[in-house]
């Protein structure tokens, strides 16, 4: 137990202390920064000068234009305002007119209106130097069915009382039921929009914290082997104490640089700007199940020791850190399949892709928790998915402590399977 205990205190010690991961721990924490405070930073460089002047040639089809100057200048949150020039005789001159607008900065575009007897409604052309002015187009486009909506409700002599209500927007709930129990009940629209952010941001941390951490593990094995130190080691802790000392380590290192993560999202989210800003969107994460953590964490645990012991088999077979990335592929394959199934599996969490992966151990840390976040399991699937991947971990480990134990000596070519399995039989876990 010494031994154990003192191998993974040096493996945290030795982690901790190496310039690459305190400097990527910082990068990503950096970054993290960067991107809960991105809103606030963008908003500084936002220009206060109010809304876009978008220019028009008065005589262009007034009885369209004017409505619409009007109704952009009565919103008070318009991004959009008309400025209008006077008719310069020709289209061609009202064009070199609003051109030259553009070039002393009076204006930033301007739209031309042309009659469309198939519609019954102008065509309008916005223009202006810039590509893809979405902002820009997406007023002048509310803002113009807006007053073709006027205009249809005024030739149908609809009363103030009849415009009124046939303006009045449709207002639709949506609420999530559950059918496995007799309750009956679900998750509103807030809980169902957190629970989703939640278990999107989840599965992010899940794959960084089982597959990067779990790569560490093979990292250091084969490096510790290929500067030959594995040689010494071995004389003095049991291979098998070096392997789950290397893994309880390396957990360790990898809790806490998540801690470190949620530190660091948390100040940074308590900072005024971005308490405002989340005031404003109505979060509660008191809505959230409290179960929801604890799947986190279940899943968080044996997701890792499945690829952490998968890992540490591969490294000690490995005697050279340029081969380690070859020897990993199968190992990085599945746990992509996983981390991508999480990801593109939220907007469709009850297929049947989610549901068969939730019970193939490799997938389940991804595929259930998403399916517990977002939907309704029966709780015999948790059960039956929790069980198996505890059955699949140990199965792993037993085959993984032999694979470690016969391969940490074995430097060379990469053995064989046979050549493995031929000196595996020759120990016993």
């Avoid at 990503?28 to 930073?41: D, E, K, Q, R, T």
């Avoid at 005024?154 to 046939?166: F, I, M, P, V």
């Amino acid at each position: 137990m010494n031994n154990f205990m003192a191998v993974v205190g040096f493996t945290l010690r030795n982690k901790l202390r190496t310039k690459s991961f305190v400097v990527i721990t910082i990068i990503i924490a950096v970054i993290l920064s960067i991107g809960v405070n991105l809103p606030y930073i963008i908003s500084q460089f936002k220009s206060e000068e109010g809304a876009t002047q978008v220019g028009y040639i008065a005589s262009n089809i007034p009885e369209v234009a004017e409505p619409l100057k009007a109704y952009l200048g009565a919103n008070e949150g318009s991004k959009v305002q008309l400025v209008s020039y006077p008719d310069a005789g020709s289209q061609d001159a009202n064009e070199q007119a609003l051109k030259q607008a553009i070039k002393d900065g009076k204006i930033k575009g301007y739209i031309v209106l042309e009659e469309d007897a198939a519609t019954g409604f102008p065509k309008v052309t916005y223009k202006s130097e810039n590509m893809m002015e979405s902002g820009i187009t997406g007023a002048l486009r509310t803002a113009l069915q807006a007053v073709k909506t006027e205009n249809v409700i005024k030739d149908a002599g609809l009363s103030d009382a009849q415009k009124a209500l046939l303006l009045m927007p449709i207002q639709i709930e949506a609420a999530q039921i559950s059918v496995t129990d007799n309750v009956g009940t679900g998750k509103t629209v807030e809980q169902q929009g957190l629970a989703m952010g939640f278990v999107y941001a989840m599965i992010i941390v899940l794959f960084m914290g089982i597959f990067v951490t779990s790569q560490m593990i093979a990292t250091e094995i084969t490096a510790e082997k290929s500067s030959r130190v594995m040689e010494i080691l071995v004389t003095s802790v049991a291979p098998l104490k070096q392997m789950f000392g290397k893994i309880t380590g390396m957990f360790l290192v990898g809790l806490l640089q998540i801690v470190v993560y949620i530190v660091v999202f948390l100040v940074n989210v308590s900072l005024p700007h971005n308490k405002a800003l989340l005031a404003g969107w109505n979060l509660n994460f008191g809505d959230l199940d409290p179960m929801l953590y604890v799947y986190a964490l279940i899943f968080y645990l044996t997701g890792y020791f499945l690829y952490s012991t998968l890992c540490a088999a591969v490294g000690s077979i490995v005697s050279r850190t340029e081969d380690l990335a070859q020897a990993m592929m199968p190992v990085t394959m599945l746990a992509m399949v996983g981390f991508y199934i999480g990801i593109f599996g939220m907007t469709a969490a009850d297929s049947t892709l989610v549901k068969v992966a939730s019970f193939i151990p490799f997938f389940s840390p991804f595929a259930m928790f998403l399916r517990i976040g977002l939907t309704e399991p029966a709780w015999w699937e948790i059960v039956l998915t929790l069980g198996l991947l505890a059955v699949t971990i140990f199965v792993l480990g037993w085959i993984s402590a032999k694979i470690y134990r016969t391969g940490v000596l074995m430097y060379g070519k990469r053995p064989t399977f046979k050549e493995l399995r031929k000196a595996m039989k020759a120990y016993k876990v």
